[in-house]
């Protein structure tokens, strides 16, 4: 006997070993291929990731250049007309707005500079673009004009800053500032498209590989999984059910399920036998009005009558006997949005009708005292 115990005992350890071994094999699997899909997809995420941001930054600069053309033309205007008012009126605090305002052309590097601060050749680019603005003599003018202002000579100077030849360096000067501008965000709009392509690309690539890992994991749990849910699917039915029956059975009102097809009750609740008076068995398979009117056709103003023609919820209050009972009928209605059967449900409302009529009578009897009262 105990020759035959160490035998059982050596034998269920060497069937478990294997099954031990086996189960760590599988979880040390899991763990490197799950580090090994994060490896791979953390590669193209970052990408995304860094892109995303670079658009980011690009639509921050975009829009400074958007209000750069406008800062630009604002601080030419202003300039322009700090320098006509001193001419005209000979006083020089007028040139103070020209000495704080600084050249148009170095303004506008230093604002070029700002936005294309991550970008040393953009930069350049620039300032070689804007030194072009630079031969147009506009700031030489107006120093010029100023000059003959602090000498006195106003009319000169009114006349310079009023030639055409004073506006045209003017409107050649702005004409080559929107155009500059313009190529500007036009560089940055091909940098920003470049960074959308690469961060698509990298999304794509990253849901390519989430997508080959989840149908692989699938595949290798769905025999397990199969298993697992039908035994959950019972256990859940099962429960499903009873708790089903103790709700249904639960409500105070009487609840029965009725059949479209041959309109007989196919299913009632606890509380359907107390008012009826009938047992479950002699409840099912019949109509409601055989069970409530005694009657094989439905009574006038049926509320399921009704309800099978409106498809929607139909109530009525009915006098049986020594008892008001209000009758509501709710459809049913299937996925397919067909209309299979009805929820008929039947409530005692004597006691309200009761105090309803009650409270009648009190008010008819109030009423009838103050009509025939004889004083005033």
């Given at each position: 006997?105990?020759?035959?115990?160490?035998?059982?005992?050596?034998?269920?350890?060497?069937?478990?070993?294997?099954?031990?071994?086996?189960?760590?094999?599988?979880?040390?699997?899991?763990?490197?291929?799950?580090?090994?899909?994060?490896?791979?997809?953390?590669?193209?995420?970052?990408?995304?990731?860094?892109?995303?941001?670079?658009?980011?930054?690009?639509?921050?600069?975009?829009?400074?250049?958007?209000?750069?053309?406008?800062?630009?033309?604002?601080?030419?205007?202003?300039?322009?007309?700090?320098?006509?008012?001193?001419?005209?009126?000979?006083?020089?605090?007028?040139?103070?707005?020209?000495?704080?305002?600084?050249?148009?052309?170095?303004?506008?590097?230093?604002?070029?500079?700002?936005?294309?601060?991550?970008?040393?050749?953009?930069?350049?680019?620039?300032?070689?673009?804007?030194?072009?603005?630079?031969?147009?003599?506009?700031?030489?003018?107006?120093?010029?004009?100023?000059?003959?202002?602090?000498?006195?000579?106003?009319?000169?100077?009114?006349?310079?800053?009023?030639?055409?030849?004073?506006?045209?360096?003017?409107?050649?000067?702005?004409?080559?500032?929107?155009?500059?501008?313009?190529?500007?965000?036009?560089?940055?709009?091909?940098?920003?498209?470049?960074?959308?392509?690469?961060?698509?690309?990298?999304?794509?690539?990253?849901?390519?590989?989430?997508?080959?890992?989840?149908?692989?994991?699938?595949?290798?749990?769905?025999?397990?999984?199969?298993?697992?849910?039908?035994?959950?699917?019972?256990?859940?039915l099962n429960s499903f059910a009873q708790k089903?029956?103790?709700?249904?059975?639960?409500?105070?009102?009487?609840?029965?399920?009725?059949?479209?097809?041959?309109?007989?009750?196919?299913?009632?609740?606890?509380?359907?036998?107390?008012?009826l008076g009938r047992p479950y068995k002699e409840?099912?398979?019949?109509?409601?009005?055989?069970?409530?009117?005694?009657?094989?056709?439905?009574?006038?103003?049926?509320?399921?009558?009704?309800?099978?023609?409106?498809?929607?919820?139909?109530?009525?209050?009915?006098?049986?006997?020594?008892?008001?009972?209000?009758?509501?009928?709710?459809?049913?209605?299937?996925?397919?949005?067909?209309?299979?059967?009805?929820?008929?449900?039947?409530?005692?409302?004597?006691?309200?009708?009761?105090?309803?009529?009650?409270?009648?009578?009190?008010?008819n009897r109030f009423r009838l005292a103050f009509?025939?009262?004889?004083?005033?």
């Amino acid at each position: 006997m105990n020759n035959r115990r160490q035998l059982n005992k050596r034998t269920h350890f060497t069937i478990r070993r294997p099954a031990r071994a086996r189960s760590l094999l599988t979880l040390a699997r899991r763990a490197w291929l799950s580090l090994g899909v994060m490896a791979i997809l953390a590669v193209p995420s970052w990408q995304a990731w860094r892109s995303h941001r670079h658009i980011l930054t690009i639509d921050d600069q975009l829009e400074k250049l958007i209000r750069m053309e406008g800062s630009t033309l604002y601080r030419d205007e202003l300039l322009a007309m700090s320098a006509k008012m001193a001419a005209a009126t000979g006083d020089m605090k007028w040139a103070s707005q020209d000495e704080a305002s600084g050249s148009r052309i170095e303004a506008a590097v230093e604002e070029i500079r700002s936005v294309f601060k991550d970008s040393i050749t953009d930069t350049r680019n620039a300032e070689e673009a804007l030194s072009v603005c630079v031969d147009d003599k506009l700031d030489k003018t107006e120093a010029a004009a100023l000059d003959l202002v602090r000498q006195g000579k106003y009319d000169r100077a009114t006349t310079m800053l009023q030639s055409p030849e004073y506006e045209e360096q003017r409107r050649a000067y702005n004409k080559a500032m929107k155009a500059f501008i313009g190529n500007a965000e036009r560089v940055m709009e091909d940098r920003r498209d470049r960074q959308r392509r690469v961060m698509v690309g990298s999304l794509a690539v990253s849901s390519v590989i989430l997508s080959w890992a989840v149908l692989f994991w699938l595949y290798v749990r769905q025999k397990r999984r199969r298993i697992r849910e039908r035994a959950a699917i019972k256990q859940k039915l099962n429960s499903f059910a009873q708790k089903w029956h103790e709700t249904f059975n639960a409500i105070t009102d009487g609840v029965c399920i009725i059949d479209k097809s041959d309109g007989k009750i196919v299913q009632c609740n606890v509380a359907m036998t107390r008012f009826l008076g009938r047992p479950y068995k002699e409840i099912i398979g019949k109509s409601c009005c055989e069970l409530l009117h005694n009657s094989s056709q439905p009574v006038k103003r049926c509320p399921l009558v009704r309800m099978y023609e409106s498809r929607r919820s139909e109530t009525k209050d009915f006098e049986i006997g020594d008892k008001w009972l209000n009758i509501k009928v709710d459809p049913l209605i299937n996925d397919d949005g067909e209309l299979v059967g009805a929820v008929h449900i039947l409530s005692d409302i004597t006691k309200q009708r009761k105090a309803t009529r009650a409270l009648q009578n009190s008010e008819n009897r109030f009423r009838l005292a103050f009509a025939n009262a004889q004083d005033a």
